[in-house]
């Protein structure tokens, strides 16, 4: 395993705790200061912005290289985790996990450095495990990663469709946590292309789908064969769903509503 080269790394923190931020930076650098503090200091804020907001149990870190680097939490138990990373600098970054004997838990995957999180779940057999990253072409990378514990609350993807149109679904429907809704609207997408609906009452909701539901050219199919299209004027049943922070690629993530039904209506005369 390639040993994890100097970067700005955050604590282990235990779970159901949350970090403590770091005091904010008082002075700009001095003449004739060392550039390598500069470059730790600034290392240390854009790791700091990454990956909001921070979650319980988490195991976080970031690190920096040109070359192959590997980053190691010994703390993480056996269990299911979600694994969020990002990167900057190259064009694209392989990102591996393997355990500290060398067994693999991830294998290699090409992971675009484009600001956004690349989100997947992975299951650790022992203890410990190690991100191990190799930039595209040698460019100088920077990275922030987690572990996040998994939880009750059931696995959600992002289902892609056409034009960038894309779709939280949900693996199986959780418990209801509110009443039962009724929502008129206009199904559109969100800032990050995620399937919204701009609803009669003026909110904007994320819509969360059943397991089944995919894409059909352009339009959104239910496993019950209803099919939305961008822009059509729907009407969608379902419950509440309180805000989760998972779906934070969804610009209006606090305000969730997970479907089970749908059909369409006329727009009014």
Known sequence: MTPGLAGCAYSEVPEGQ???????????????????????????????????????????????????VSFGFTGAEPG??????????????EVSLASQAGAEVLPPLQVPCDGNIFKTQVALAVRGVDFVMTPEGG???????????????????????????KAVVRSSQTPATGP????????????????????????????IFPEGTSFDAETLVMPGGQRLAAGAPVVLKGTRAPADESLSMCVNYARLLSVESAHGSQPPT
């Open 80 to 93: 299911g985790y979600e694994v969020h990373f990002t990167c900057e600098g190259p064009v694209t970054a």
């Open 180 to 207: 039962e809704v009724e929502l008129k609207g206009h199904m559109d997408r969100d800032g990050a292309g995620c399937v919204i609906l701009q609803a009669a009452d003026g909110n904007d909701y994320t819509l």
């Open 139 to 165: 460019a100088e990378g920077r990275y922030a990663f987690r572990l996040v514990p998994a939880s009750a609350k059931p696995p959600t993807t992002v289902l892609p469709g056409t034009d960038g149109l």
């Open 18 to 68: 949350a970090p403590v931020p770091p005091p904010p930076a008082t002075a700009a650098a001095q003449p004739g200061a060392d550039p390598r503090a500069s470059g730790v200091e600034d290392m240390r804020q854009w790791s700091q912005e990454q990956l909001q907001p921070r979650l319980p149990g988490e195991f976080a870190g970031s690190t920096s290289s040109n070359t192959t």
